[in-house]
């Protein structure tokens, strides 16, 4: 699986759009973008994930370039329990593990 | 909503005790999981199960079995428990039989494990 580089660490506004980036030049075609969040001491969760069109849920929106090397994920209104570390996977899904690496740490404030 | 429990938050266990670990889950998810957590090493996959009494090794299988008997349930277990098994553990599954990409997990809520 490809992997993938994101910041260690961001803030954002309580309310405001919280835009994580993740970089994954070396994907593969058949190589799906997956976002999990961990919030402390408890076990990741699933967010969204993509192929090549952008994708909305209740949660958050995903948006993967043209060329497919990076992506964005969005929290429209961040809320306090928003913080979290938030991992973004490339994974072609039959590989039957996710690889999580270190992820983002996003801080909402008050 | 995809439902995945462990069956201890928080666990205290001595060395050379023999550990069970239990999820279940009630979605009918085919596959299921177990990883473990610790500071700058991420998750890492212990087992793996694909079916009832069908399991994989992943990357870290020593000192670890598991038992799935039922579709739902999915075991893990330390024969003899060490310091170095401290950890949190994380039982995860999936629907689809490894289809591309649609393999998303789900995850319990962890069982914390401290081996003294």
């Known amino acids: 699986d490809a992997k993938t580089t994101q910041p260690t660490s961001m803030d954002c506004a309580e309310g405001r759009a919280a835009n994580l980036p993740c970089n994954h030049s070396t994907i593969s075609g058949n190589e799906y973008v997956y976002w999990y969040r961990q919030i402390h001491s408890q076990g990741p969760q699933y967010i969204i994930h993509?192929?090549?069109n952008n994708e909305t849920n209740e949660m958050a929106s995903l948006i993967i370039t043209e060329d497919r090397k990076s992506s964005t994920l969005i929290l429209p209104h961040a809320t306090l329990r928003d913080t979290a570390v938030y991992y973004c996977?490339?994974?072609?899904?039959?590989?039957?593990?996710?690889?999580f690496g270190s992820g983002t740490q996003l801080t909402v404030l008050p | 909503d995809v439902k995945v429990t462990q069956s201890s938050r928080y666990l205290v266990k001595r060395t050379g005790e023999k550990v069970f670990l239990e999820c279940v889950q009630d979605?009918?998810?085919?596959?299921m999981f177990w990883y473990r957590q610790d500071p700058g090493l991420g998750l890492r996959l212990i087992y793996f199960s694909y079916d009832v009494k069908m399991k994989e090794k992943g990357d870290i299988p020593e000192g670890y079995s598991v038992s799935r008997e039922k579709k739902e349930r999915f075991s893990l277990i330390l024969e003899s428990a060490s310091t170095n098994q401290t950890s949190m553990y994380l039982c995860?599954?999936?629907?689809?039989?490894?289809?591309?990409?649609?393999?998303?997990?789900?995850f319990g809520p962890g069982t914390r494990l401290t081996v003294l």
């Open positions: 979605m009918d998810h085919e596959n």
């Open positions: 993509g192929l090549k």
């Open positions: 996977i490339v994974s072609t899904g039959s590989a039957r593990q996710l690889t």
């Open positions: 995860a599954s999936s629907l689809s039989p490894g289809a591309i990409g649609t393999d998303t997990q789900y």
